[in-house]
């Protein structure tokens, strides 16, 4: 049961959100608060969670998910709605928990800062982060999945952090170094969508791969990770960012690697597991550069 659990929560990538969580609170590391960044942390995690519980929920009543049952492990969601092993009320009620304990973590971040204003910002994300899959807005289903995410753990993750630390929103040198995160998070959710594309376009469920056909789609993941290393090299020049940052550039041959399988091997889903491994690789490892980099 606890094997089921874990998979469902798809606890092995939460650090997608945690690192650029970390990055936004180090920015401004001279004026670093313990305290709200661990309530924040909390926050964020099972923000994330509650929002990966109920995408399979929702992907799960719409027939996405039931359009191939096998599970791949990075893409296609948990699959145990469709193998019978969780019930569907389960994912229903583990992302309501999952919701208020990050609301409770966001009341106690409230206390600390002595701003409420930061339970309203939370309920703004959570209803956002839910709108990815829930209707009405079903984000994901209405070519608009790649920005909800790009936004999720771009900028709302990186000036987050930033601004419990600082108690500034907007400010233009966390945006600016909350781009990469942004970018290369879209990157693993677009390398996603490609093998899912059978399915999802039986289903209704629309997204960049719609828009050019899996055939032609490694070419929009070039493009998006152009735009994560361009972020980079601006975060760099304006002296956001430590001479070790220059170090994430090495990853462009991963990067490259990956656009090449999601090329050869768009119709293979076994064949395309590799790539979804790379685009979640770099996303983190460029996160952990990026923290060295800012210290």
Same mark, same amino acid.
């Given at each position: 049961?606890l094997q *089921?659990i874990?998979?469902?929560?798809? +606890? ?9 969580f ?7 590391r001279k004026?670093? *608060?313990?305290?709200?960044f ?8 099972f ?14 009543e719409?027939g996405a998910?039931?359009?191939? !049952?096998r ?9 145990? $709605? ?5 019930a569907?009320k389960?994912?229903?009620?583990a @992302? ?6 990050a ?6 971040l409230?206390a600390?800062?002595?701003?409420y204003?930061?339970? +309203?910002?939370?309920l ?7 709108q ?10 209405n070519y +608009?999945?790649?920005?909800? /995410?790009?936004?999720?753990f771009?900028?709302?993750t ?28 879209? @990157?693993?959710?677009?390398? *996603?969508e ?7 376009s !039986?289903?209704?469920?629309n ?6 056909g899996?055939q !032609?789609?490694?070419?929009i993941?070039y493009? $998006? ?8 090299? +601006? ?11 220059i170090?994430?550039f090495? /990853?462009?041959f991963?990067?490259f690697?990956?656009g090449?399988?999601? !090329?050869?091997?768009?119709?293979d889903?076994?064949?395309l597991i ?12 460029i ?9």
């Amino acid at each position: 049961m606890l094997q *089921n659990i874990i998979r469902a929560l798809r +606890l092995p990538f939460i650090g997608v959100s945690i690192l650029p969580f970390i990055l936004g609170s180090l920015i401004a590391r001279k004026n670093f *608060n313990p305290s709200g960044f661990l309530a924040g942390l909390c926050a964020v995690i099972f923000t994330h969670l509650s929002a990966n519980l109920i995408n399979d929920y929702f992907d799960s009543e719409s027939g996405a998910d039931w359009q191939d !049952k096998r599970f791949y492990g990075f893409f296609g969601g948990s699959k145990l $709605i469709q193998a019978g092993r969780l019930a569907a009320k389960f994912y229903l009620g583990a @992302a309501l928990l999952c919701a208020g304990m990050a609301g409770f973590c966001v009341v106690i971040l409230a206390a600390i800062l002595k701003s409420y204003c930061v339970i +309203l910002i939370y309920l703004l994300i959570i209803i956002f982060s839910w709108q990815y899959t829930a209707r009405p807005l079903s984000f994901s289903y209405n070519y +608009l999945g790649e920005l909800s /995410l790009f936004l999720l753990f771009g900028p709302v993750t990186v000036m987050g952090g930033y601004f419990i630390q600082t108690g500034i929103f907007p400010d233009l040198k966390s945006f600016i170094l909350s781009l990469p995160a942004g970018f290369f998070t879209a @990157a693993i959710l677009f390398t *996603n969508e490609i093998p899912d594309f059978p399915g999802d376009s !039986k289903t209704g469920k629309n997204n960049l791969v719609s828009l050019c056909g899996p055939q !032609k789609a490694f070419g929009i993941y070039y493009l $998006i990770v152009f735009s994560g290393f361009c972020s980079i090299g +601006l975060g760099a020049y304006l002296g956001y960012l430590g001479f070790i940052a220059i170090f994430s550039f090495a /990853l462009i041959f991963s990067a490259f690697k990956a656009g090449m399988i999601l !090329k050869g091997h768009y119709a293979d889903k076994a064949r395309l597991i590799p790539a979804s491994k790379l685009a979640i690789n770099m996303q983190m490892l460029i996160s952990i550069i990026l923290i060295l980099g800012l210290l």
